[in-house]
């Protein structure tokens, strides 16, 4: 198949730092370059891949001060994509919603990853004009809001098999990974920890639009050896602190889409203690992989069981569910049918204007002529 990527601009491909999409998009690129298909990457210039990149800014925007208006390059990705609509079987968006109007143009088929939250009602009348566009979701927690669009599957994320080591023997501590802002609990952690007694290490960016919460909320939190913020972290140091942590916390006060973080921690063996929220049962199985909690109270009881768990089993767990091949399988499923479902469209709208090609365009259609 020939397949377009669309990242979001505000990171590379993969992220440096944080992010979840663009870390995503790699992963889905990599793996479908890996497995034969004609890949076509959109994203930042300074973005990495396999695949033939397309670069739509020179970097990421996150880190570009020059631009002051970050739906500009978006506008003119969307654009060309529309251009070079011809050279691809299939476009595939993670945008969110920016794209719906521009994807519902093309002459080709598109499909749309859900990345986010859906519980907002300000996003109510944008998915009541785009209904009808394919839809992909990371769980299915994700599209209880929304159950009404055009979902096509439920496509869990997945990492490369190599990418984490398993640790089999951690340290004493436990660990808090993500973003700082109120709902992502890292406040939660940091009482669970000192409440269980187990020091706490915080490697976690704070967004401009959180900087208030971190100086008055979490910064008098920091005070102790018993608590580490070491701040923001890239991939190289991402295995040996998560595989030397006790336990992952993730308390979140959200409805959580899905959690790269729980899988990294599983690619480690790290077992987690999080809150009921969302996706989470989706990914933890309870006692297993890690134990889901209601309140504070029980997720320091949860955090003193944790270490009984086996990290053999967490390693077990997203090697069977949560690798980039799982993903890459499911998606190129989804692909296939969206691409027969536009070719059987294409065949009811000639045979209304002739139905005598019906038959022999039905029968010229096999998945190997047309190269996917």
């Given amino acids: 198949m020939r397949i ?13 730092y944080y992010g979840g999409t663009e870390r995503v998009v790699h992963w889905l690129t990599e793996e479908l370059f890996r497995s034969g298909h004609e890949v076509t990457l959109f994203a ?46 299939l476009v595939h968006f993670h945008l969110e919603y920016l794209h719906l109007s521009s994807a519902r143009k093309l002459p080709i088929p598109s499909l749309t990853t859900m990345h986010g939250r859906l519980d907002m009602s300000y996003l109510l009348p944008i998915f009541d004009e785009f209904s009808k566009a394919p839809l992909v979701s990371i769980s299915n927690a994700q599209r209880r809001p929304v159950p009404w669009l055009n979902w ?30 109120p709902e992502k609990g890292v406040d939660r952690a940091i009482e669970i920890a000192r409440t269980a007694g187990v020091p706490l290490k915080i ?4 967004d401009p639009v959180d900087r208030e919460y971190y100086r008055d909320v979490i910064k ?7 608590v580490e913020y070491i701040g923001e972290v890239g991939e190289s140091v991402k295995n040996e602190l998560i595989g030397g942590a006790c336990a992952l916390l993730h308390p979140i006060d959200f409805p959580e889409p899905f959690g790269i ?18 996706s989470i049962a989706e990914v933890i199985e309870e ?7 209601d309140d504070i109270q029980a997720a320091v009881v949860a955090l003193h069981k944790v270490q009984k768990l086996n990290r053999r089993a967490c390693r077990d767990a997203f090697e069977k569910r949560f690798t980039s091949r799982h993903m890459v399988r499911d998606y190129i499923q989804t692909y296939e049918r969206l691409l027969l479902r536009e070719h059987f469209a294409d065949t009811q709208r000639l045979a209304r204007i002739s139905p ?7 029968e010229s259609f096999t998945i190997g002529s047309n190269g996917f």
Avoid: W
């Avoid at 377009?4 to 440096?16: D, G, I, M, R």
């Avoid at 978006?74 to 609509?85: G, N, V």
């Avoid at 006692?287 to 909690?293: P, S």
């Fill in 152 to 181: 096509q599957d439920t496509i869990y994320h997945g990492l490369p098999l190599n990418t984490y080591s398993f640790v089999e023997e951690p340290q004493n501590y436990a660990l808090f990974l993500g973003r700082i802002c």
């Fill in 356 to 362: 005598a090609t019906t038959s022999i365009a039905t």
């Fill in 261 to 278: 973080v729980l899988i990294e921690a599983l690619a480690c063996g790290t077992p987690i203690v999080a809150y009921r929220r969302g």
């Fill in 4 to 16: 377009a990527q669309v990242a979001p601009l505000l990171e590379s491909v993969p992220p440096k």
């Fill in 44 to 89: 930042s210039g300074d973005s990495f891949t396999s695949a033939k990149l397309v670069p739509m800014c020179q970097k990421a925007l996150r880190f570009d001060n020059n631009c002051t208006d970050k739906v500009v390059p978006h506008m003119l990705m969307l654009e060309k994509i529309s251009q070079m609509a011809a050279d691809f079987d």
């Fill in 287 to 293: 006692g297993v992989t890690g134990f889901i909690c």
């Fill in 220 to 226: 008098p939190l920091l005070q102790g050896s018993d």
């Fill in 203 to 206: 490697a976690a960016k704070v």
